[in-house]
């Protein structure tokens, strides 16, 4: 199969069941639908503009089209300045990357979760507004949060409700996820420092951040019970089992995660706190695969199962968070 034949097996993977690429690649590339065709069948080859052009149209990296056993391998990123704008495209790539899985076949995530997964701490208002704050503020340095306090208004209802679409789009994808018993910590030093350094000032702000912690532990704790991300309805049938929970007693040493889809791989890469660094590289997301599945194997499954080690894994990320809210609100 040469590279031509490669790229358009990838363009038609990431398309939407039922959906043509022919007139796509016509109005992409601005050439007729018999053009378009002849491109599609291999009797005409695409110049380098139009592969690179179709590359950044379909974000797909070219460099996960040839031999795998080439070392080199190219990353693709969100630059990030200090705007909200900014961050708001950075929460648009993600939800876009969300919906390239939801439309492929076969779709699953593997997360390791060094710290709360980004899509969770999105998911409530006032936990997202404060994670959406912090790493704006402490990370990104955008302008017109400095010399701020977190108040309930300093976070725009538009990125809030952005954050809790995002969630609902990661319910669509089954995920593998990975915590260990200090997963949560990292949120909680960050409350405690902000609170401390006169960041967050008002108590019932910092009581309702606390409030959405417990909600998310509680929510995670049924997730695993039920092996469903769908918990306040009936699932569907491709909703059922889509929730695989894991306690890794091995420390993860970043946020990561491996995507696979129509038989394709993507590793993203945690990077800068919460950015992702995303590689398409065959043989560095082989070597991913297999770090993700000796760590799985290592570890020990407690959705569906194992109910004493659900039981003592979530009280103890409970008394961690309880601990954490008396040194802040008593």
Known sequence: MNYQEKLILRINASLPSGQSLAPILSDLLDVSMDSAYRRISGKTLFSLEESMKIAEHFNIGLDSLKNPNLLNASIRFTQLDSKVSSFKLYLDNLYQNLKLLE???????????????????????????????????????????????????????????????????????????????????????QIEFYHNAGYIRSQEVLH?????????????????????????????????????????????????????VNGVRISFIGHLTFNTLISEHPQLNEMTYNWYDRLVRKSTLISEVAAKQRYQFITHLRKQLEQSRDRVLT
């Open 103 to 189: 439309h492929g076949e076969n779709a699953k995530l593997y997360y390791s979760c060094l710290d709360i997964p980004i899509f969770q701490n999105l998911s409530l208002p006032s936990l997202g507004a404060f994670k959406m704050f912090y790493w704006m503020h402490a990370v990104m340095e955008v302008e017109e949060l400095q010399g701020k306090q977190l108040e309930k208004d300093t976070i725009s209802q538009e990125l809030i409700e952005f954050g809790q679409a995002i969630y609902d789009q990661y319910c669509k994808i089954p995920s593998v996820e990975l915590w260990t018993n200090t997963t949560i910590s990292s949120t909680l030093r």
């Open 208 to 260: 309702d951040i606390y409030e959405d912690l417990f909600a998310l532990i509680e929510r995670q704790e049924r997730m695993a019970e039920k092996g469903s991300k769908i918990i306040d309805r009936i699932p569907n049938e491709n909703e059922k089992h889509n929730f695989s929970l894991y306690e890794s007693d091995i420390e993860l040493s970043n946020n990561g995660a491996l995507a696979l």
